[in-house]
Nanobody
Framework: VLLQASGGGLVQAGGFLRVSCVASGRTFSNLGMAWFRRAPGKEREFVARVSYSGGSTYYADSVKGRFRISRDNAKNTVYLQMNSLQPEDTAVYYC?????????????????WGQGTLVTVSS
């Protein structure tokens, strides 16, 4: 599976942005999808996960209520809508495919990764 993330950019605090990740090479609809991020000087952290059907979503506490993950299996695409962005959301955002419910926040349990897209939130 090849994953291509896009949509990052510069936004002011309080603003919004949507990042996307397009998958190719395998049946996308069979895979759980997630977003992780790595802020400057910090370790990679889990952001959100969506089940293969799109029916279940899960979020890190730090983004709950502000971010929304969704997927369109007809377009082989997963999205992360980010609202009320804060400077601490500045990071490279990565999409990942695979994993499972029980270890969704562990990056080492995902099989495929995109190249990342940079989101910068100015104060």
């Amino acid at each position: 599976v090849l994953l291509q993330a896009s949509g990052g950019g510069l936004v002011q605090a309080g603003g919004f942005l949507r990042v996307s990740c397009v998958a190719s090479g395998r049946t996308f609809s069979n895979l759980g999808m997630a977003w992780f991020r790595r802020a400057p000087g910090k370790e990679r952290e889990f952001v959100a996960r969506v089940s293969y059907s799109g029916g279940s979503t899960y979020y890190a506490d730090s983004v709950k209520g502000r971010f929304r993950i969704s997927r369109d299996n007809a377009k082989n695409t997963v999205y992360l809508q980010m609202n009320s962005l804060q400077p601490e959301d500045t990071a490279v955002y990565y999409c990942a495919a695979g994993g499972n419910f029980w270890t969704m926040n562990r990056g080492d349990r995902y099989d495929y990764w995109g190249q990342g897209t940079l989101v910068t939130v100015s104060s």
